[in-house]
């Protein structure tokens, strides 16, 4: 899922239907990957783009982002100062 000569922490969390969880800054890169349903991120333009099962998105150091679902979403973040996701993932697009 992710490289990293870093030390990493693994979380697994679930957001409720009409659940979010704030706009908020990242404290290092942050890979968000949704394992189980389907919900929507932003970027640091607030514009939301859809999400589900089997993708992911990376949000970097210091980048302001929310994330959400109106069904519910279940997702691992894996967080490192230095994360390499492409090495293992094709990049779709930007939400920047």
Request: without cysteine.
């Amino acid at each position: 899922m992710a490289r990293t000569n870093e030390a990493a922490t693994i979380g697994y969390m679930y957001i409720e239907g009409e659940g979010t969880i704030g706009h908020h800054q990242a404290p290092i890169s942050q890979l968000f990957i949704v394992v189980e349903g389907e919900g929507w991120v932003t970027g640091e333009n607030q514009k939301r783009i859809s999400i589900k099962r089997g993708e992911a998105v990376l949000w970097e150091k210091g980048e302001w982002h929310t994330s959400g679902s109106e069904t519910g979403m279940t997702a691992i973040v894996i967080q490192s100062e230095e994360l390499q996701p492409e090495a293992f993932m094709e990049r779709k697009s930007t939400l920047r």
